[in-house]
């Protein structure tokens, strides 16, 4: 396996990463909200934007099969999350045939050195119930719960935040 910065030309395979795992949540939403976050996880632009807007990590196999992906953004993009002084972290994601195997862990662990090395005091993501072994993952490295934040995809969601 190799890490790298993501590309334009992998947007095709991004989604597919995305739907692959991310699908595993389907039975924990409703079909109303499920088709939200289908939505978002196949549309272009959340892509286009984070690989334009961001540091990209991916994940791939010898053959090039991506099968991890992870964005840190720049402090100076607020979102109604993330304040404008925070980088933050988007899309941790892994395959499921290759879960357990430290791959969200060392994307993550690449976000904050991009992070540091861009001279960012802080990290935020979020993260919800249905995530166990993110909020796990995050919890490992240093992030500390900052609030909870109001419900998305009817599930309870959490902020999260690392200073550097």
Known sequence: ????????????????L??????????????????KLSV???????????????????CETDDERIIGMAFIVPSGNPTEIFDETWSYIRFVTVHP??????????????CIEIAKHNNEKSIALHTSVMMKEAIHLYESLGFKVLLEIEPRLGKQYWLYILHL
């Open 40 to 58: 978002s996880l196949t549309h272009d632009n959340t892509y286009l934007t984070l690989i334009e807007h961001s540091d990209s990590m991916i």
């Open 18 to 35: 995305a739907m692959l795992s991310w699908n595993r949540y389907e039975k924990e939403l409703s079909p109303s909200n499920w088709k």
């Open 97 to 110: 045939e290759f879960a357990g195997q430290g791959i969200g862990r060392k994307l993550t662990e690449h």
């Open 1 to 16: 396996m190799r890490y790298r910065k993501g590309q334009l030309n992998d947007l095709v395979r991004l989604k597919q």
